[in-house]
């Protein structure tokens, strides 16, 4: 009976810091007219889930909506899952979305596209990084592709968590730039970014590709070296690191984040998430979370978003047919 | 690299403010009552508790949410002597003695020894922590794909050799177990395995919903079975206190157990349930009367509590040394600690000493509270004993649902837990052992995933055996643990045949 009475005590806990009551004081008919949800296509404790909590907190500290706004988490199938349940949704129901969303139906795991939804916004990106060991032969990140165009599968190239996402694209794309045949790599995949640290420190693999917030912290304590990034210009803090740019490859490789609505949104709502959420990009609290992260401010509006996620679409449907992941 | 005790000492400060202890108990009472409930772990919760923590002091958040994960592991051990259904991974070893010593009348005195051996043991590795941190990161590194799968088919090994004439129906069940874990997406190639076009199925079936379908919801289906026969004497509950005697017997598994669960939390991925278990099997392979493990032996429960415990400890190094989250529950604190602003990595120590200390004591600290918590609770648990079946088996099968369903909020999942308390129940009859089954599904997409890397560039597959001294010592231990058995029944056999009829 005490085990029930503590759980209950728990959960109720649980729940009242998901959701502490905001105001509500929304005339009638004026859109919200109930809470906002925001999906979190992923469980309690990742990236996406951090990004959507940080939204929702964000939007209701500076009570840039009306209303209270809850997250809910629904993880599984690399995000499918919840952007499902989105789709059969109004406009009260937003979610959190990235460039799988393009990957997984590419890749024939997903019947969803950007097209079933509306885009609201791209939020932010991280940029990519390629690091070797300390003692690696590679000086520069040319040198590493010479020798991978001499013999694409004499080296080891760790990534994480799948093939096709955004890592192993930036390296596929940079490398076939170099005339490299990216379909012999010798891929390893790992869990996480942890693991894929892990081994380059190990030794256990000779290149790794990940995002610079798993990286830069290695790099600057002279653990690993990163010899390039995905940016179009060199990153406060590794100013040392060049760019693809500037190493012959004409490519600027984003890992962004963004927000998706349910289809079929009036303009009028629509208008509404793109004040809501234009604001919020420029509060401090948003460059605060940003700069803990690694993040960098990628803003683009819903009409934006739809143009952007069409050019993605197109860049990944070339990138994964060469890197001999679809037909 | 020396150890500045000024820093360590200022560290102890902070940690004993009023503030931080009130994160420290906090913590560890959450902890101990989500590690206690079936599927409820600490991961789950600290995921939960991260809105809480957005505008916490970050030292206080870390100490908080550390305080939830070693609670827990003093909080796992409680169902699985008290009801046979671990509450985690790591709980798993405790159900081997703990439920036995609990229907012998002695369920007081395995939870007072699990509580002791889980503090001696996280004493030990905090000690561990500040004297070793960094070489033993190192250390961690050399671990590569070909040195973790050996290490997992250790553990496998020791877990089927573990079921003594049984070893046929051992490997069976460390089989489907295997099988299981081959569910979802395959890493290497992105190819879907037996996901049957369900996306709620393409990163496979969470462990925990194995072990609370089998466990908690076939314990179950087992006792309603038997529900209508007339229960026997009520079951003693026994003293609370253990005797001299037990203090003896499990003293130096206890100690014993602790160093070796910790190196095995300091590497990345292992942790809390590979340790307890090989702890356990050594210890019975070490035991002079290894017939006695497996029906109530206190050495049994003492070692994997001090093992786990201590490996939760060890779990912080890669992530305070280098940033990389040795376990599913540093991972969740490391991605809490990065949104205030904290960055782990391999500066940590020198940015932001102060921060880094109050952690470790906090520990000590906390370690100390949980003895003295789960002690005064013992008491009480015990009641649980003498709770009417009718009463509490519903409330058993209710808080699996519930615990299931945070897992992944998928009500599919309820769907598996289901068949998983099937599959359960028909092994509970057939008297298969359960352990290797849960094992295999904890460790198998890993040692699946680590061999195919390592046969990447390798010769044949056999030449990662003699890959490093590593490979090499950890292939004789599984050889050893596979073999020993049936050297010493050998031995045995022929001193009974020496004796005079």
Redesign the interface.
Known sequence: ????L??IG??SL?IL??CSSGGSGAEAEQFPTKPIELVAPA?????W??TA??I??ILKDEELVEGNIN????????G??GW?YLKGKDAHSLAINSSLLITNNL?G??ELSYEDFTPLAVLTTEWISIAVANDSPFADAKQLMEQLKEDPSSI?IALA????NNDHLSFVQAAKEYGVDVSKL?I?????G??V???L????VDVATMSI?ESK??H??G?FKVISVSSAERLEGLEEVPTWQEQGVDMVFPHWRGILGPPDMTEEEIAYYDKAIGDMVETEAWT??M???EWELFYKNSAESAEFLKEQTQMYDTLLSESG?TD | MGVDFDVILEGLMTALEPMNLFWIALGGFLGTVVGMLPGLGPATAIALLIPITFGMDPVSALVLMAAIYYGAMYGGSRSSILLNTPGDGSAIAATFDGYPMAQKGQAGQALAISAIASLIGGLIAVVGFIMLAKPLASFALRFGPAEYFLLMIFTLSAIVALSKGAMVKGFISMTIGLLISTMGIDLQSGVHRFTFHLPELSEGIDFLIVIIGIYAVGEVMFNYIGIDKPRGKKKEVGKIWITKDQWKRSKWPIIRSAPLGFLIGVLPGAGGAIASMISYTTERQISKKPEEFGKGAIEGLAAPESSNNAASVGAFIPLLTMGIPGSGTTAVILGAVVMLGIKPGPLLFENDPELVWTFINSMFIGNIFLVILNILLVGLLVKILDTPAKILYPLILVLAFIGTYTLSYSPIDFTFLLIFGLLGLAMKLLSFPIAPLILAVIVGSDMEQNFRKSIVGADSALSIITMSPITIVLTLLTLLSLFYPMILGWFKKRKLNNLPK
């Open positions: 009976m005490k085990k029930l503590t759980y728990l959960s649980l810091g998901g469980t309690p404790g990742g990236g889930d951090a909590r940080a929702q907190k997250v809910v988490n629904k993880p599984g199938g690399s499918e899952v499902q890749l795991q997903s080891k968590p799948g093939l096709g010798n390893l995949i790992y869990e996480s942890g693991d640290v892990t081994a420190l190990g030794g256990h917030s912290e290695q600057l304590a653990k605060e979370l700069k803990n992260n992941l």
